[in-house]
């Protein structure tokens, strides 16, 4: 029989608490980037443990306003002395957190780890401390696990998961077959993320991103940059519109929450779908708006128009690019010509304000790309404000973008170099620019994969301040404009010589512009 070496011995002390009844922690580790909202995952795995019968705490240490030290998250641990504690891990600070492994192993509780970069590399996760990785959807592996530390299920009878033999070879178990009927999971468990620890008040409205929801889960598309599939697969499985709304009418009776960002890869591909719960939101009566991101080759005018009457306020779109060549050759599955067509809709149907993603400096790029993509986007409608967040492509592993580029590029397991894998500088979150032109990423983060020659960084600098110049005359008045966008241009020339003289220079300004919150004009997020 296989098992995880020392597992059934780790435990020093028997857990509290009932027989047949098994005690979990789920864990956030204190290395990971800071929580601006409820961690889906743990909620719904706390959920999915709860409805059996277990018992569960959830420790998010990276909560802004209820921030934990790693004493205080070991104080917790040990006083519910858990029969194992299951590990969320993200790629951000992944080096980090597998020195915190070392830390965390010295508890008398084995380590099931699981969350994106578990689920890309999960051999990786064993070498670096963890006991148990679990591979795919978790809800269902979870319970089996717990059967597992209750001594009810052997490990090698639980699909879905990965573990060292006694010989100290890798073991894994037949992969785990996608939930089906994601209308049996239970609705993510929120109780454990106080929206005060987040957002630094109760007021349970205070935050438009806070209360997420998953209606769906799989993509079927195919973009080289994106590893989503490695845990929720291509296959796009649907919630009913009905189970959707039970979920928010919950929320909105148990918390109070009127406000909801849907989280989904691709959640408006059935558009009837969409049709029903809009109708059901706006039988209810109660009030609710949502954001939501959508393909900008899936809109049509009715069913714009039919969201935008049931309060979807906030649409965002990853068009990635307005160049045909790079939209072919990421695999978007789009054109140019599609991406305008969507404009046109959004336009017909009254939608004003949207977000929408922009990727430049890809290996294939020149400036020529930029300047046609520029030319393009000075053609969106006038009537619609955007706002436009343009990042240089980060290379995820288990992508085709990373397996077609690393070895050219030298950026073979970048996540384990913590140069590579590390904080913003914090004073630039302190400059003046940062208050008009904070998702232009590149003019404040240097690439750090793609080696750009000198004349691309240029061109990616001026197509940063082209778009921004762009976005901030929809979004500003005609007075206010010149004066904020100069303003933040003088503010980046001096930053980038010294930060200290930036902060002293515009600290009055800084202050002039938040008493009269003209910078909440360029927040997507106070729409």
Sequence with gaps: MKEAEGLAEKKTSPPR?????????????????????VLLNLAYLSATLKKAGHKVLVIDPNAPFHRLSEKEIKRKILEFRPHFIGVTLTITYIAKTYEYFKRLKKLPFPLVAGGPHANCLPEEVLNHGADIVAIGEGELTILGLA?????KKGLEDIEGICFR??????????????IRDLDQIP?????????????GVDDPNSSSIFWAVFSSRGCPYNCIFCSSHNVFGRTYRARSPENVFQELEKLYHDYGARHFAFQDDEAFINKERVIAFCNLVKESQLNLTFSARLRMDSLDVKMLKVMKGAGFRRLAFGLESFNDESLLKMNKNHTVKELFEGFEALENAGIRTIHYNQLVGFPWE???????????IAE???????????????PYPKTKLYEDYHEKYGFTEWWLDPERNSPVDLHVSKAFFMLFVREYVPLYSNDIFWKHSR????????????????????CLGPIEFPIMFNLSKASHWVWKKSPFVESVLFFAPKML???????EKANFRKY
């Excluded at 047949?20 to 789920?26: E, K, M, T």
């Excluded at 059967?147 to 001594?151: A, V």
């Excluded at 020149?366 to 393009?376: A, I, M, N, V």
């Design 366 to 376: 020149t400036p020529k790309h930029l300047e046609d993509s520029l030319e393009k």
């Design 165 to 178: 033999n006694k010989d100290g070879s890798v073991h894994h178990t037949p992969p785990r077959p996608l």
């Design 513 to 519: 512009v938040k008493s009269l919150k003209m910078h």
């Design 455 to 474: 004349r691309m960084k240029r061109a990616i600098h001026r197509f940063c301040w082209k778009v921004s110049s762009m976005q901030l005359r929809r």
């Design 187 to 199: 609705f993510p468990d929120f109780s454990a993320f106080p929206i005060s620890y987040y957002t």
């Design 147 to 151: 059967e597992y530390f209750l001594g």
């Design 380 to 394: 969106i409608p006038k009537s619609i404000r955007y706002f436009c967040c343009t990042v240089t492509l980060i």
């Design 17 to 37: 608490g009932k027989p047949g009844v098994c005690r979990v922690v789920l864990l956030n580790p204190p290395t990971a980037a800071p929580s601006s909202e």
